[in-house]
């Protein structure tokens, strides 16, 4: 599976959100602006003109792939009644995506089964570990893949399903233990008898790293994630021990440690970088990879904005372009 990669062989995505239904009910009237912005709405949220202007840019700046996450903003012939208003039909999705072919640029999708992030699953998201939740995800991957024509890779999600990320929320569902495994487990089996090789963020290896690489099938591809400038191995975020119900012990998580521990553990990586904090992320991103991450193993780059496709975020999403455009040139 493994083979050298020169850089015109190396992933150099964008992460665009179809839909932005990220978060779940939240208790509280004043949200922070990041989490305001993924809050629920049951309408889409994403504009043609800017998108239609964003492909030509991608194209333009080297890139080579797109990573849709659908969500609920396709009116699914398996579960319309997940969908938006103003969804996409299959038919529509279809032409978005070859457009994307005719540019150059692969089309992968993403859906993100983890808990905190479930709420585009509608009724679903209130079933999970559930004959209904299984059945809905078999059919959503199944119908994607089909949409998509049977792409390479499909985009799972499974990033942050913590306490600590749910704090804002009215109704807390987090898996633990063999059962977060088992439902994990479950959806890879669901993309790759569909012929697709599974993708997943890699944050669970910052809470669980002994019983992930105990777990985690080399087969997954892995994309880990740190958005600040310095990439510093001995970066140090402090929280608290998802699986201690006192929340009296805490764990120091290495965000940048992981990209070093996921490389010596032999997985392959496409390693995300983002300007929602700093313009310069890409850059650093990129040349900490090509200090540190084998070419076996280096699948490519991903960039995200973490901004919905609207006009008021039209400056966010250029920039982006141009942030891993350049870190393409000087890889």
Known sequence: MNTQRDKSSLIWGNLVHLSMNLWFDCGLKNLPPRTRAGHYQPYLRFDFKLWHDLIPAMKKAGLNMVVLDLGDAVRYRSHPEIAVKNALSPRRLREELA??????????????????????????????????????????????????????????????????????RQLVVIRQFDLWWHDLYFLFDQVRRNGSRPWIWSDYEWYHAQDFYRHMPKYVLQSNWWYYTKLDPKTTLVRCNPQDHNQDKLLKLKPVQAYLSLEKHGYDQVLTGSNVTRPDNMQAT??????????????????????????????????????????????
Not at 130 to 135: E, G, L, N, Q
Not at 146 to 151: I, N, V, Y
Not at 156 to 167: K, S, V, Y
Not at 302 to 331: C, S, V
């Open 99 to 168: 457009r994307l072919r005719d540019n150059g640029l692969e089309p992968v999708p993403k859906l993100n089964f983890a808990t905190t992030h479930g709420i585009w699953l509608g009724p679903y998201s209130r079933m999970v570990s559930t004959k209904a939740y299984y059945k809905v995800c078999r059919d959503l991957i199944e119908e994607v893949t089909d949409l998509f024509d049977g792409p390479r890779l499909f985009h799972l999600g499974m990033d942050e399903e913590t306490a600590a990320n749910q704090i804002y």
């Open 286 to 331: 990129v040349d900490f990879a090509s200090k540190n991450i084998g070419r076996k193993r280096l699948y490519g780059f991903l960039m995200t904005t973490w901004r919905a496709m609207l006009p008021e975020n039209k400056k966010r999403h250029f920039e982006a372009i141009a942030q891993i455009g350049n870190a393409k040139e000087n890889e």
